[in-house]
């Protein structure tokens, strides 16, 4: 699909789109920055054997827009970005070759910050690290942002139950969980202590099933194809995208979904709306999961874990204002934080006209 890059820009408040080639190493890599009114832009760097640069440019334009509201509503201080980098990561991953695209990542004077994304090692980001301080997310610092993934979840569980019932106590309720990899596991952990009523959970992955099988006897394996339709009050997605769609959604019985998997509607505004004809509460996936990016977030101070948790459960207010204003508008809960987002980005943009001085 060919776009005209200026016509979509414009159409969706794009700031910059910036593309970059290393003649030396081969690195191509395409930056885009969606907006930068919160602060300068934050998002992963994926590498991806794209089958046309127009593939890339729409990954990253795509990706970098949904980091703007994924960054307002999770609080913080960040616009959206992201970058792709075009090539087979089993091929092109060399020192040089990252030490390259950390110069590149320099030479964009802090507008843009990265951290991991698909196909990208804390090996890799060390070495982008060793020529550029706009990097999060490595190891010796906040390290893997899963469990607290898992946990701001937790509290988008709490949420979505405590609108729906009226009741948030976790014992009360059961689960369907989808993927127990490493949020997924972290997640059932979470409702095994609040005692949750029954929990069922399928993976593909035997390794992960088996861990499950030995630490949490209670639990029950369903094959993967049985997990929509289980007569469960929560569906938990924690696996894979676009798995809500015109064929699961009709076959769901629970009556919340929140999970921490990216993307999870395939298509937003058509199953939004079906979730919503549904009377399915849905939890918006990048409300949800943004305990990961929060995890990351660079504050200006040392890695603090016990402000991270207490950021993260602010998820569950975030949540039940989301619920609030879709049920008002009578828009779907996608939407509804979608709005949520953009009117922090609006609000704050706002205050930076009062004139303060130079400091
Ligand atoms: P993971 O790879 O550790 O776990 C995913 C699990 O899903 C694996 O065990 C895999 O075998 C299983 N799976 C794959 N296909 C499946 C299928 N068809 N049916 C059942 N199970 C299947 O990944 P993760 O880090 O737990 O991330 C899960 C989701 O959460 C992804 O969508 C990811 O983008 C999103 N997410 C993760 C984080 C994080 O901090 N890790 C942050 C934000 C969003």
């Not at 699961?248 to 919503?276: E, F, Q, S, W, Y």
Request: hydrophobic share 35%.
């Amino acid at each position: 699909m060919r776009i005209n890059k200026f016509d979509y820009m414009e159409k969706y408040g794009f700031e910059e789109l910036i593309y970059f080639y290393d003649k030396e190493t081969g690195l191509k890599a395409i930056t885009c920055i969606h907006d930068t009114t919160l602060g300068p832009a934050l998002g992963g760097t994926r590498i991806w054997d794209y089958s046309s640069e127009e593939e890339a440019v729409l990954d990253a334009l795509r990706l970098a827009e949904g980091m703007t509201y994924k960054n307002a509503a999770a609080g913080l201080n960040f616009g959206g970005g992201k970058t792709v980098i075009i090539g087979k990561a089993n091929e092109i991953k060399s020192e040089s070759f990252f030490r390259a695209y950390g110069r590149y990542i320099e030479s964009l004077n802090g507008r843009y910050i990265t951290t991991e994304d698909v196909n990208m090692t804390t090996k890799d980001m060390e070495y982008i690290n060793m020529e550029t301080n706009h990097v999060v997310g490595l190891s010796h610092k906040s390290g893997n942002p899963s469990p607290i993934t898992a946990l701001g979840a937790f509290h988008g569980i709490r949420a979505g139950l405590q609108y729906k019932f009226n009741n948030e106590d976790i014992s009360k309720y059961t689960f369907a969980i989808q993927g127990v990899g490493q949020t997924g596991r972290t997640l059932l952990d979470y409702l095994v202590k609040s005692k949750a009523k029954k929990i069922y959970y399928t993976d593909i992955n035997p390794k992960n099933i088996e861990r499950i099988k030995e630490n949490y006897k209670d639990a029950i394996f369903v094959k993967s194809e049985e997990i929509y339709s289980l007569d469960v009050d929560v569906f938990v997605p924690c696996a894979l995208g676009a798995i809500l769609n015109d064929e699961t959604i009709p076959t769901i019985k629970a009556k919340v979904i929140a999970g921490t998997a990216n993307n999870v509607l395939k298509d937003k505004n058509r199953h939004g709306k079906m979730l919503m004809d549904r009377d399915i509460l849905y939890a918006p996936d990048f409300v949800v999961n943004g305990g990961g990016v929060i995890n990351i977030a660079p504050t200006g101070r040392d890695y603090n874990n016990e402000q991270v948790i207490h950021n993260v459960e602010k998820i569950y207010d975030r949540l039940l204002d989301i619920f609030k204003i879709a049920k008002e508008k009578n828009i779907p809960t996608q939407d509804a934080a979608i709005m949520f987002a953009e009117e922090r980005i609006n609000k704050i943009s706002n205050i930076h006209k009062n004139y303060i001085g130079k400091k």
